[in-house]
T-cell receptor, first 114, second 115 residues
């Protein structure tokens, strides 16, 4: 069965510093991987996805993610964090049951301090 | 462009009461989903509808029923609410669950408290 894990409940970084939010996955074939962001009292917003091709995927708001097949990871990165990046981030993998559903990790809270 | 619209945004119920959460999308998407979000547990799938006229159980379907009323609308019903159903509920949709590359579009959520 497909699954994703986000090993950190919370990540703290200073504004202007690079940030990384970690995600590892377990799938039986080639993964479709996603990152979403959730601001307080809001729905989830799509950031980026990896389907195939380049291992470095660029997305919204300056975020990017690196797909690493050997390490089964898909870490979210940003070169310079902003206070406004503070939010809850979810990694997800598409289920291979042909239903289109996504399987989500537990979420990582990102706190960017001024 | 409204995207995915959920109603109500907030609801307080007493144990045993029933209610229906409504969801509508205006993106001509084929597939729709209901998730619940609980602290530390991410999002868990309750029910989904791969296409109009079909519905299937997800990971946590007990205590819920759904109706795919038409292509736009997908409702979630709690027949006899329990405190364990206190959660934030999200409706989502995607264009094509087979051919699409998979990103889901989410509503703003419905916050339900069962006393």
């Amino acid at each position: 069965a497909q699954s994703v894990a986000q090993p950190e409940d919370q990540v703290n970084v200073a504004e202007g510093n690079p940030l990384t939010v970690k995600c590892t996955y377990s799938v039986s074939g080639n993964p479709y991987l996603f990152w979403y962001v959730q601001y307080p009292n809001r729905g989830l917003q799509f950031l980026l996805k990896y389907i195939t091709g380049d291992n470095l995927v660029k997305g919204s708001y300056g975020f990017e993610a690196e797909f690493n097949k050997s390490q089964t990871s898909f870490h979210l990165k940003k070169p310079s964090a902003l206070v406004s990046d503070s939010a809850l981030y979810f990694c997800a993998v598409r289920d291979y049951s042909n239903t289109g559903k996504l399987i989500f990790g537990q979420g990582t809270t990102l706190q960017v301090k001024p | 462009n409204a995207g995915v619209t959920q109603t109500p945004k907030f609801q307080v119920l007493k144990t045993g009461q029933s209610m229906t959460l409504q969801c509508a999308q205006d993106m001509n998407h084929n597939s729709m989903y209901w998730y619940r979000q609980d602290p530390g547990m991410g999002l868990r799938l309750i029910y989904y509808s791969a296409s109009e006229g079909t519905t299937d159980k997800g990971e946590v379907p007990n205590g819920y029923n759904v109706s795919r009323l038409n292509k736009r609308e997908f409702s979630l019903r709690l027949e006899s609410a329990a405190p364990s159903q206190t959660s934030v509920y999200f409706c989502a949709s995607t264009l094509d669950h087979v051919a699409g590359t998979g990103e889901l579009f989410f509503g703003e959520g419905s916050r339900l408290t069962v006393l």
